[in-house]
């Protein structure tokens, strides 16, 4: 059974950075995707950047150019680099992996969270 950790949250000061980590244990057979979503208190959650095998990426629009992605490989890490964080960027951050886990099934596979708090 694979299991996502995220780390790297915290309290962080409107306009500082912080780089969540996620590291997966077990193995896939491969991996489709990686990603990271949050939510916010009483929102639903929502995709904040993600990237295929094939190097695409996807940013939400309130994260562009503030946010990067860590680039696609076949280890079991995934990276999010923030800068220039705002109050609105405040919540739980999910690390998500898109993965087969044998030739014939993938299936999603998510963190249990890392909060963030931007506050002055």
């Known amino acids: 059974q694979v299991q996502l950790v995220e780390s790297g949250g915290g309290l962080v000061q409107p306009g500082e950075s912080l780089t969540l980590s996620c590291v997966a244990s077990?193995?896939?057979?491969?991996?489709?995707?990686k990603g990271w979503y949050r939510q916010a208190p009483g929102m639903e959650r929502e995709l904040v950047a993600s990237i295929n095998a094939g190097g695409g990426t996807n940013y939400a629009d309130s994260v562009k150019g503030r946010f990067t992605i860590s680039r696609f490989n076949n280890e079991n890490t995934n990276y999010l680099q923030m800068n220039s964080l705002k109050p609105d960027d405040t919540a739980v951050y999910y690390c998500?992996?898109?993965?087969?886990?044998?030739?014939?099934?993938?299936?999603?596979?998510w963190g249990k969270g890392t909060l963030v708090t931007v506050s002055s």
């Open positions: 077990g193995s896939f057979f491969r991996i489709i995707a």
């Open positions: 998500n992996f898109r993965a087969y886990s044998d030739p014939s099934r993938f299936d999603d596979y």
